[in-house]
C-alpha cells in the first residue's frame, strides 16, 4: 500500500515491531485492520473460536463466515483490504515468549489474567501491551509498559474477578461502532509507540454520553 497521505505522522519502517493480536472478535477484528491500515506489516492472530451468526453485526465478519475459524478468515480479510498477510493461530496464546506489542482483546477476566500472568508481566520482550475492554457503548484502554513497575502495579489494580462486572442484557451487549472507536484507540496507541511519543496509560470513552478521559 501506499502510505503517502500519513508520512509526517508515521513511516512504514517504524511499524515493523510484531503485534500479538490475542482474541479476533468484537475487538480484535476491528482492530487488526486499524493496525493494517495504519502500516503494520507483522501480525499475528490468536483465537481458538469460529465466526458464529450473532457475531456478523459486530465484527468484522460476514454473513458467508459463519462456521470457520476467525483467524482464517480475518487474515483474509486483512489481504484483501491490505495486502498485509496475518499469521493465524486458531489456539489462545499460553505462555509462549514473545517478542513485541501484545494486544488484547479477549472477553473475560479470567483470560485477561491468565494472558496477563503468563505471557505479558515483566517480559522485557514486550514494550508495550494494550489492554481494551467494551462494554455496550463503553470503551477502557489500558497501555502498559509490562517492564515498567507502577504501570504493573496500576495494572494489576484493574484486575478484578468476572463476577464483579456489570451485568448487560445480552440485547444490550455490543454494538458496531465501539468497536471501531477501540480499534482507533489502539492503533492511535501503537503510533505513539512507534514515534516516541507518551501516551496515556488508560483511557475511558463513554460514546453515549461523549466522555473521554485519558490518565
Same mark, same amino acid.
Given at each position: 500500500?501506499?502510505?503517502?497521505?500519513? /508520512?509526517?505522522?508515521?513511516?512504514? *519502517?517504524?511499524?515493523? =515491531?510484531?503485534?500479538?493480536? &490475542?482474541?479476533?472478535?468484537?475487538?480484535?477484528?476491528?482492530?487488526?485492520?486499524? !493496525?493494517?491500515?495504519?502500516?503494520?506489516?507483522?501480525?499475528?492472530?490468536?483465537?481458538?473460536?469460529?465466526? *458464529?451468526?450473532?457475531?456478523?453485526?459486530? $465484527?468484522?465478519? +460476514? /454473513?458467508?463466515?459463519?462456521?470457520?475459524?476467525?483467524? *482464517?478468515? !480475518? &487474515? *483474509?480479510?486483512?489481504?484483501?483490504? =491490505?495486502?498485509? +498477510?496475518?499469521?493465524?493461530?486458531?489456539?489462545?496464546?499460553?505462555?509462549?515468549?514473545?517478542?513485541?506489542?501484545?494486544? @488484547?482483546?479477549?472477553?473475560?477476566?479470567?483470560?485477561?489474567? =491468565?494472558?496477563?500472568?503468563?505471557?505479558?508481566?515483566?517480559?522485557?520482550?514486550?514494550?508495550?501491551?494494550?489492554?481494551?475492554?467494551?462494554?455496550?457503548?463503553?470503551?477502557?484502554?489500558?497501555? #502498559? +509498559?509490562?517492564?515498567?513497575? %507502577?504501570?504493573?502495579?496500576?495494572?494489576?489494580? @484493574?484486575?478484578?474477578?468476572? @463476577?464483579? =462486572?456489570?451485568?448487560?442484557?445480552?440485547?444490550?451487549? &455490543? #454494538?458496531?461502532?465501539?468497536?471501531? &472507536?477501540?480499534? @482507533?484507540?489502539?492503533?492511535? $496507541?501503537?503510533?505513539?509507540?512507534?514515534?516516541?511519543? !507518551?501516551?496515556?496509560?488508560? #483511557?475511558?470513552? %463513554? /460514546?453515549?454520553?461523549?466522555?473521554?478521559?485519558?490518565?
Amino acid at each position: 500500500m501506499e502510505f503517502l497521505r500519513q /508520512l509526517d505522522m508515521v513511516r512504514p *519502517e517504524a511499524l515493523e =515491531t510484531p503485534i500479538h493480536l &490475542a482474541g479476533c472478535g468484537g475487538i480484535g477484528s476491528f482492530a487488526a485492520l486499524a !493496525l493494517g491500515k495504519l502500516g503494520c506489516s507483522n501480525v499475528h492472530l490468536y483465537d481458538d473460536d469460529r465466526v *458464529e451468526e450473532h457475531n456478523v453485526p459486530n $465484527q468484522l465478519f +460476514r /454473513l458467508t463466515d459463519v462456521g470457520r475459524p476467525k483467524v *482464517e478468515v !480475518l &487474515a *483474509e480479510i486483512l489481504e484483501a483490504f =491490505t495486502g498485509i +498477510r496475518a499469521r493465524p493461530h486458531l489456539r489462545r496464546l499460553d505462555g509462549e515468549r514473545l517478542q513485541g506489542i501484545v494486544v @488484547s482483546g479477549v472477553d473475560s477476566m479470567v483470560t485477561r489474567k =491468565t494472558l496477563w500472568a503468563k505471557c505479558v508481566r515483566h517480559r522485557a520482550g514486550i514494550p508495550l501491551y494494550l489492554d481494551g475492554r467494551l462494554g455496550a457503548e463503553v470503551c477502557r484502554l489500558y497501555a #502498559i +509498559r509490562p517492564s515498567d513497575p %507502577d504501570d504493573v502495579r496500576c495494572y494489576e489494580g @484493574s484486575l478484578y474477578e468476572d @463476577s464483579q =462486572t456489570v451485568p448487560l442484557p445480552c440485547t444490550a451487549g &455490543a #454494538i458496531i461502532y465501539t468497536g471501531f &472507536a477501540m480499534a @482507533s484507540l489502539m492503533a492511535d $496507541q501503537v503510533k505513539k509507540f512507534a514515534t516516541g511519543e !507518551l501516551g496515556p496509560r488508560e #483511557i475511558f470513552f %463513554d /460514546l453515549k454520553t461523549m466522555t473521554l478521559v485519558a490518565s
